[in-house]
């Protein structure tokens, strides 16, 4: 089965795929469910100001060869059709400015029947000849300015819009023709070859009128969403889903600050694309200027920036040629998706759903055994841009009972050095846990059980596999932050996730289980859990009511244990931990952490719906910001100062936190766990917190 192909049948003569956008909407079952704990509401623009200033590395042009064909024929091949593509290109705009000057008619390009003549001509407007007036260069600086006296408009961006989507259908033509004479045969299957197409959106339907309104940002941008399709259709097969490859901003861009905002709106929609598509590994984000193209590739803790590629120039229309090319015949993992989890468009079966695949690897032989699930639930979706993407997935080992789940799958990008220990240490501390109480009436089935766990794998030919790690995925790049590996766990289901509770009654339940198993982790076995979040609890639904499940032991520690991994959600970090003290740890430390859970999902809600008429009241409240969002916001040590300012007293609390959650059972139990925590005698406040 090809992972990534889709049956729609294109017709480049067109235009834009039209429907695809339409037909993804068949998909919204397999949509994440859970709001994102990692994205505080509210704050994420001014996050994703502080992940541009300090993470993006600029004029990175070894991201361009991220994408080539990793076979060394298709690289060849590649190539030789870009600099045909380019060439007949050059031509075709030199005989549209001709004719422009020749005939005068701004209009000539849609007298003719060859698209490719309408498409030269959209691009010979965006970079004409002679040049227009001087604009954003690849190296813009502060201070720089149109020399045209005139505002950059909506329209304009609009129109640069047009003319980049006409650039992809020209090479998409192209490609077209020929993948499919024949020539590409011995070298591998052409039904892998792809057209990168962009997806119409009804482009001017929002657009506002800016002859009439003084409102309009002259920094507004237009947007191009761009899908992947086959370049063979089937009749008998009707059209399934292009999955998106990237969303391209187009801006009119004056000074540095103008292109700067435009890469702050790509990384929250990049956000928004690993949120939904749950085979992400890393993503594409084009930026469009009024006269460069940039390439950008977001990984677990990077953003890389190409050079320009000036399309006023042919070394520059070259460059982007080749990288279109590049996408249209390089492997699925160089564009970003992850091989291992495959959509598939069954609609016998009552709608799509996803093979996961979950390996093992025998360290001592190399060899690498496969198992596959079934899912058409994610429970909880990638929800931050930076850190380790973990995804849930409630799966059955069959497409026949999906419908009762039997496994919930974890999909996530450990620390390359903890990578594979992470498995044995969670596997071992649920070994002495399950030992130790499975007997027990009061704490049987309270602790998760592991069914397998390994490293995720790709096949890079026959039957060699590779260990899917940003080291493989990014060996070319540099300033990489810290390495990882992606990593896949199987557990038996026991529960929902929170974020499907009902209400906080269920939550509260929950949370007070979860609470005494802690105490009995840490007592019976001297086990701190270290990663208390909103996927470490589970809610299980018995004839006797709710019950808690605790889960997500992989940077779990004994007590007295020095070196322990630190979980990356600053938000429900313990103090001492955000200020990088390393003192003997105890289970108050994740009682702590349980209490700001609570904190975070009373104010914002315990489930979609709450969540959502959060965001509604946030909008017309004009975005008041709340305490407690500075939890997730700024560096650690700022955090944990806001946590003691907010902990200290319970006139602190109530003011700072209690006030503003909602009225129900987890503020009753919020304010209960600070009173015990903070204001014992020997603790006293959060400022004077003795350990």
């Given at each position: ?6 049956t ?207 409102d ?35 801006e ?15 990384a ?20 469009t ?6 390439a950008y ?13 000036d ?18 015949l ?5 564009l ?21 695949d ?19 639930r ?20 069959s497409?026949?009972?999906?419908d ?60 060699t ?73 589970l ?112 006139l ?40």
């Amino acid at each position: 089965m090809d992972t990534y192909s889709t049956t729609s049948k294109v017709d480049l003569k067109s235009g834009p795929a039209s429907g695809a956008a339409a037909v993804a909407s068949d998909y919204s079952v397999l949509a994440g469910e859970n709001f994102g704990f990692g994205v505080t509401p509210g704050l994420r623009d001014d996050s994703l100001n502080l992940l541009i200033q300090f993470i993006l590395r600029r004029n990175c042009d070894a991201i361009i060869q991220l994408a080539s064909p990793s076979d060394p024929v298709l690289s060849v091949v590649a190539r030789r059709l870009a600099d045909n593509i380019a060439n007949d290109l050059e031509t075709r705009l030199l005989m549209a400015a001709m004719r422009r000057v020749q005939l005068g008619d701004p209009q000539e390009k849609k007298k003719g029947n060859d698209p490719l003549d309408a498409w030269a001509a959209d691009i010979l407007a965006w970079a004409g000849f002679p040049a227009p007036a001087k604009s954003l260069d690849s190296q813009p600086s502060d201070d720089s300015e149109y020399s045209d006296d005139s505002e950059p408009t909506v329209w304009e961006a609009d129109k640069i819009a047009l003319c980049y989507e006409s650039f992809m259908l020209f090479v998409a033509h192209h490609g077209k023709e020929y993948f499919g004479d024949g020539t590409l045969n011995r070298v591998f299957k052409p039904e892998e070859c792809r057209l990168i197409l962009p997806i119409n959106k009804d482009r001017g339907a929002e657009r506002p009128d800016v002859n009439s309104s003084d409102d309009v940002d002259p920094t507004d941008f237009a947007t191009v969403e761009c899908g992947m399709f086959p370049v063979f259709s089937s009749v008998e097969k009707q059209a399934a889903l292009a999955p998106h490859l990237f969303v391209a901003n187009t801006e009119i861009a004056r000074d540095q600050d103008d292109r700067n905002m435009t890469e702050r709106v790509l990384a929250a929609k990049m956000q928004d694309l690993f949120f939904d598509q749950h085979n992400r590994r890393f993503a594409w984000g084009p930026v469009t200027t009024s006269r460069s193209i940039y390439a950008y590739v977001f990984g677990p803790d990077d953003i890389w920036a190409s050079n320009a590629m000036d399309i006023f120039s042919a070394e520059g229309r070259l460059a982007f040629i080749s990288l279109l090319v590049d996408w249209s015949l390089c492997s699925v993992d160089r564009l970003g998706f992850d091989p291992s989890i495959r959509y598939v468009v069954d609609r016998g079966s009552g709608g799509p759903y996803l093979e996961i695949d979950v390996h093992e690897v025998d360290e001592s032989t190399g060899r690498v055994d496969r198992r596959m699930y079934f899912s058409q639930r994610c429970v909880g979706a990638a929800d931050g841009l930076f850190g380790r993407h973990a995804r849930y997935f409630a799966a059955s080992n069959s497409p026949e009972s999906m419908d009762k789940p039997g496994f919930l799958i974890k999909d996530v990008w450990t620390t390359t050095d903890s990578g594979s220990a992470d498995d044995a240490r969670e596997r071992s501390f649920l070994d002495v846990l399950h030992a130790e109480f499975d007997k027990s009436n009061e704490f049987s089935g309270r602790f998760s059980r592991l069914v397998s766990a390994g490293p995720v794998c790709i096949r890079r030919g026959g039957t060699t596999f590779v260990i899917d790690s940003t080291n493989a995925a990014f060996e070319a790049l540099p300033y990489a932050s810290q390495a990882r590996q992606h990593t896949r766990r199987v557990t038996h289901w026991v529960g929902n996730m929170i974020s499907e509770a009902d209400n906080q009654s269920q939550v509260a339940a929950a949370v007070a289980d979860a609470m005494t198993a802690l105490v009995a982790a840490y007592s019976k076995c001297r086990i701190l859990h270290g990663n208390i979040s909103g996927q470490a609890i589970l809610i299980q639904l018995t004839a006797d009511g709710v019950k808690g499940v605790l889960a997500e032991f992989d940077c779990a520690c004994y007590f007295g244990d020095l070196e322990t991994e630190t979980p990356e959600l600053m938000i429900f970090q313990f103090i001492l931990s955000l200020e990088g003290v390393r003192p003997i740890r105890s289970h108050l430390d994740d009682l702590e952490s349980l209490l700001y859970l609570v904190c975070w999902l009373g104010t914002f809600g315990v489930n979609k719906k709450e969540r959502k008429e959060y965001a509604a009241r946030y909008a017309a409240e004009r975005k008041k910001i709340l305490p407690i969002m500075y939890w997730n916001l700024g560096t650690a040590a700022e955090c944990a100062d806001h946590k003691r300012n907010h902990m200290d007293t319970a006139l602190d609390f109530e003011t700072n936190i209690l006030s503003n959650m909602r009225d129900g059972p987890l503020r009753d139990l919020a304010r209960d766990m600070h009173k015990a925590l903070f204001l014992h005698p020997a603790c006293s406040g959060a400022k004077k917190t003795a350990y």
